[in-house]
């Protein structure tokens, strides 16, 4: 039987120090007489363990601002995780196991739509609110009430995909590489739409395997295409890693416009100069916006890196849902819900959050491009209207 370790963290500047995440009770120091608390479902262990250390490091930031300035109904926040392993039936497993809890009220999701997906059932089971970062539109299109997405969906990234890199660059014949999950399958159907409807042409679709050690296939079927410009949905950003260093080194120079990923920390580690001058669409943009500049500054006061969509996002949703359960006065479900869909007009560190029926909370991206490792943004580009 595995048992969950318990950490008791008294602030943000505690995760710089220790430098690693595990499975964990979030607590402040004030604590006094009870908390109201959270559950966060994120990878400790797999090939998403970066990205959960990201997410939590931008949670907890959040977390200390709110308590800072009073905490929820008058209690100090609280945080407790659990690891998905970076694995569908992990992230099962730890949603379950955090639903058992009946005294936490609202849950943090994962940041990949395919794990989202493997928890639907259970999150409409369970009733309560829970904030994702996955950005698959279907999402938020199952009926499914208590799902809130935190990032803007990939309806939006493929528009802002084809329009940049038809009206920018001026590109009309595209390459199309994609995961065949549940995000790399539907943000490739969402961009092959939008450069039609910008008269652009789909010289070659083509989806791989996550956990790819091999990318020559691809990369020559890029070559054969003809293609003058790539399009990329990638999920993680080792498999992406992988993809660039092959594509620069069998001599493939086409401009590059990806997802996320592509301008995600651990991706440009990995990457390096393979990914310079490549362009990508970012939900979280340091210079986009002055709640952007104040979240990065305050990330890199304490965490000594720069941040990306890993953190921000998550710094948000525990922003946004400390805002709408004070809103609320209560923690009933229903009560949060419905605080959460009136939120307008709040603006955090991904964009303006103006929540629609259906949950979705943002409506456009930044695009920004590399520039020998550095991110610099260009512009945003919203669609209030999908």
């Known amino acids: 039987m595995r048992t969950t370790r318990r950490v008791f963290l008294k602030s943000a500047a505690t995760v710089a120090v220790a430098g690693v995440v595990a499975p964990s009770i979030i607590r402040p120091a004030s604590a006094q007489g009870g908390t109201l608390r959270i559950g966060m479902v994120l990878p400790v262990t797999g090939p ?35 690891d998905d392993q970076t694995t569908n039936p992990g992230a099962v497993l730890a949603f379950s196991k955090l639903a058992s809890q009946p005294d936490l009220v609202a849950f943090l999701g994962s940041i990949r739509s395919t794990q989202n997906h493997a928890m639907a059932p259970d999150i409409l089971k369970t009733g309560k609110p829970v904030a994702f970062g996955g950005t698959d539109p279907v999402l938020t299109q199952l009926g499914n009430p208590w799902l809130f ?31 065949t999950d549940a995000f790399g399958t539907s943000g490739a159907k969402a961009l092959t739409e939008a450069l039609g409807k910008a008269g652009a042409t789909v010289a070659l679709d083509q989806g791989y395997t996550n956990q790819s050690q091999d990318f020559t296939p691809v990369v020559l079927a890029i070559r054969q295409s003809g293609a003058d410009v790539i399009g990329s949905y990638f999920t993680f950003e080792n498999d992406l890693g992988i993809f660039a260093r092959q594509l620069r080194q069998l001599g493939v120079q086409a401009p590059w416009v990806g997802s996320a990923s592509i301008v995600n920390v651990t991706a440009l580690k990995l990457a390096g100069p393979s990914l310079y001058n490549t362009y990508g669409v970012a939900d979280y943009a340091e210079e986009s916006s002055d709640a952007a500049r104040n979240f990065g500054k305050a990330y890199r006061a304490v965490m ?27 923690t009933d479900p229903k009560a949060i819900r419905e605080a959460l869909l009136a939120i307008r007009g709040h603006e955090g560190a991904e964009g303006t959050y103006n929540f629609d029926q259906n949950g979705d909370g943002l409506h456009g991206y930044n695009v920004v491009r590399n520039d020998k490792g550095t991110i610099v943004f260009d512009k945003r580009i919203d669609f209030y209207k999908a």
């Open 304 to 330: 000594k890196l720069a941040p990306d969509n890993q953190s921000s996002w998550t710094f948000d949703a525990v922003t946004v849902l400390a805002k709408a359960i004070n809103a609320a006065g209560k």
């Open 48 to 82: 998403g363990a970066d990205a959960g250390r990201f997410a939590l490091n931008g949670a907890k930031i959040a977390l200390e601002a709110v308590n800072k300035a009073g905490g929820v109904l008058g209690k100090p926040m609280e945080i407790v995780t659990e």
């Open 149 to 179: 997405r935190f990032r803007p969906n990939d309806s939006f990234s493929a528009r802002v995909i084809a329009e940049y890199g038809v009206g920018t660059l001026a590109k009309k014949k595209w390459a199309i590489i994609h995961s």
